[in-house]
């Protein structure tokens, strides 16, 4: 098949070549490796000559590594040629036809393999994730994902843990390998373990962490959204350093799984209880971020909207009417011509009583399906 493919190419070896060295140099380090492991078990008990030949041994291991390395740059290299897309799948059949070979190169016998070529390795994997073959590889071989979750943690190299977390990045880009994340053990130990992310002290590793978490939120099942939701009105309460990033960060994610079309039952189930509407009541009051109050906004409206309010947070809102109003009124105007944003605008109205009930009810049921609404005339008019 691999033969057949670049049979009619102009340059038929390059790439096939190229993959067969990779093999070949691979074929070799593993016999190397099993030689050397196989003499330092020994070594504590042989002669002097038998150990001078088992220090030979790791050096011949890494000498064939080093090797190896240089064959996976010559392989990286056939991408970024002016033809770049002529040889991809020759090189995703060559990568996934020997089922152990990838898997090795990219977790087993990584650390072997010299820094640079493992992330240029990693890098080719990215842009060959968009190809059905190898994300069917990745699919079937769990322990790539795992691998690398696992070093998105601090304690890691600041250089190979960007490399991972933009690795990682690439595989959760592919929905069909959500299932690596989500489901993994039952209990989604690779979503939770990156949610962890937004507990450290780096900045990268929370950003990471955000943008995964994201990308994957949709496909989470409705236990793990829940969960997710609760654990950001816990952010909401955290204060000292970083504080700022995994708030604004954790009310993105919360927006994006409250307004997603799919999750109408897990809205109706958070805007129903009032902890958190006082939980969000209380952050916007005590926030001094200005961008971060206007997100904060944006989930507040969700519960003002809402045409099902039961008595109990109807009489909360009314109770923090004053407060609510004055952090509004404190907000600097930004829309010369409507003079308020959209949201800000449905919550003064609620306050103030300004919109009629059919209206506001009209208005309120657009905002909770995510339909597209007119604002009121007094409200500027505009589309939301």
Not at 97 to 110: G, P, R, T, Y
Not at 125 to 152: D, N, T, W
Not at 166 to 190: P, W, Y
Not at 203 to 222: H, K, Q, R, W
Request: glycine share 6%; hydrophobic share 35%.
């Amino acid at each position: 098949m691999f033969s057949r493919l670049f049979r009619s190419r102009s340059d038929p070896v390059s790439a096939s070549s190229a993959i067969g060295k990779v093999k070949a140099t691979y074929a070799l380090f593993r016999t190397a490796k099993a030689e050397s492991e196989r003499k330092s078990l020994s070594r504590s008990v042989a002669s002097k000559h038998e150990n001078e030949d088992g220090k030979r041994s790791s050096k011949k291991v890494r000498r064939i590594a080093s090797d190896l390395g240089a064959a996976i740059e010559v392989l990286c290299g056939t991408l970024e040629s002016k033809d770049e897309q002529k040889f991809y799948s020759g090189i995703e059949e060559g990568l996934v036809s020997d089922k152990k070979l990838l898997c090795s190169l990219l977790v087993n016998d990584a650390g072997a393999i010299p820094c640079n070529s493992r992330q240029r390795l990693m890098q080719m994997c990215a842009v060959l994730l968009g190809r059905y073959k190898l994300r069917q590889y990745f699919k079937s071989h769990p322990e790539i994902a795992e691998h690398y979750v696992m070093q998105l943690t601090p304690t890691k190299n600041v250089n190979e843990r960007a490399h991972a977390q933009r690795f990682v990045i690439a595989m959760v880009s592919c929905e069909e390998l959500h299932g690596q994340f989500l489901t993994q053990g039952n209990d989604a130990k690779l979503f939770w373990s990156i949610f962890l992310g937004f507990d450290s002290p780096h900045f990268d590793v929370i950003t990471s962490a955000c943008e995964i978490i994201s990308m994957l939120i949709g496909s989470a099942n409705p236990n793990i959204k829940e969960k997710v939701i609760n654990k950001i009105h816990e952010m909401l309460k955290t204060t000292g350093y970083n504080a700022y990033v995994k708030q604004r960060m954790g009310l993105g994610i919360l927006l994006k799984i409250l307004t997603q079309r799919t999750n109408q039952k897990i809205m109706m189930g958070y805007l129903g209880k009032l902890d958190n509407l006082k939980g969000m009541t209380e952050f916007l009051l005590e926030c001094k971020h200005r961008g971060m109050i206007k997100d904060g906004l944006n989930v507040l409206k969700l519960f003002i909207v809402n045409p099902h309010k039961k008595e109990d947070t109807k009489k909360y809102l009314e109770e923090r009417k004053a407060s609510l109003t004055k952090l509004i009124d404190d907000l600097p105007v930004e829309e010369p011509e409507s003079g308020r944003s959209t949201n800000v605008s449905w919550i003064v109205n609620y306050f103030n009583k300004t919109n009629e009930t059919n209206n506001f009810t009209r208005i309120a049921a657009g905002g909770i399906t995510g339909d597209k609404v007119t604002r009121s005339p007094r409200a500027g008019g505009k589309e939301f």
